[in-house]
């Protein structure tokens, strides 16, 4: 309240910290200079923020018993530090006649954050800038869901199969799977690839993804394979089972097999022998249950380009191949690569051949991959006679039963 009865001027002068308070709501004409005022500096008293609210005329009191003019301001505070809050009548000190201002059931509410731990993390899970309300319990499940172990100065994150030290980026306990990731250290965390991968129970590396590009991962229960479009957070949840039997929820993508810009592969292919005699070669396609859908769809044009060269230099070669029958294209999901995008199928440059002449393609068909060998654009070549990338001899020894062929 302001005591109305007071005579003469309130005074011109700029209010207290004018430059330093710049925020404040100033005096209004005709009220005294009181204010509600506030500084707020950080743990090493540098001033952050300030400002001040004045009285209006609204607080003066003619005895008409009128409200309570209310001063209030909210604050958020960003760093760890102090506020000084306090209330001063500077009328009289700032060139104006003495005023009386009475203050009231002044108050200071701290309302705290939600927020009861944070923690921030290095690609390899050792924590920086973190925060913990004073008096809370204590988290201990932290860096990927897993258990952080303090006890004794410990310092290591507890993972299903071993232990992690996120000080140096490695487990301390041997790698049970060691002998299927022979590339790897028996020590390394998440295989290394700690940008887009998380460790899967201290086994192996798993792929995530950001919100915006959240896939499905299950490759026989859901859509998503090939050509993925992206969905976004707010897509509605469809209930799968996952490949443990589990019924999980996740994003289902559109399902594509087709390449935009590219072509398919013809149906016939007219090629020679070494003599020079026609030979047409029949092109059909398969379905197989390792794959989705058929595997009649438009791939990139390098990969359609590259295998009628391969059939046209395989018959030049005395090869004797009068059909084809191609088993996957888009459609191949048998390698967990198209989860990563890793897959060639996935980008449309590869082509799995399941049947030549009718039969199911073996040694003897070795014609074939040698002729594949010869193309510049040639990249992986794998089947029963070679197994090659960039024309350089590989251990893979798993396409014992088809050519699978990808180009550049």
Known sequence: LVDGGATGTTGGVTPPFAALLAKGQGTQTGAPKAYLNFLVFDRDFHLLDGGFIGVTTAAREYGQDGLHEELNKQLIIKKAGYVYLYLSNDNAALGGNAVEVFFDDFTVQHIKSPIVQQDDYYAFGLTFNSYQRENSTVNKWKFQGQEHVSDLDLGWDSFKWRNHMPDIGRFFNVDPLGSDYVHNSVYAFSENKVTNHIELEGLEAKPVRSPSTNYAEDRKRTTGTAMRTQVTPTQKLTPV??????????????????????????????????????????????????????????????????????????????????SIAVSATTNGDHSGGWVDGDSNHYKGKAIDIGKINGHTPGIGDSTLQKAANKQSTINENFGPFLDSKKNKTTSDQKHNTWIHLSFN
């Open 241 to 322: 089972l996952n490949e443990q039997g589990e019924t999980v929820t996740t994003y289902v993508e559109d399902r594509k097999y087709d390449v935009e810009g590219g072509k398919k592969i013809p149906s016939t292919i007219a090629t020679t022998d070494s003599k020079g005699n026609s030979v047409t070669v029949s092109v059909s396609f398969l379905d197989t249950q390792s794959d989705e859908k058929n595997s009649n769809n438009t791939i990139k044009s390098g990969a359609v380009d590259g295998f009628v060269s391969t059939v046209k230099e395989a018959n030049k070669m005395d090869a004797g191949i009068t």
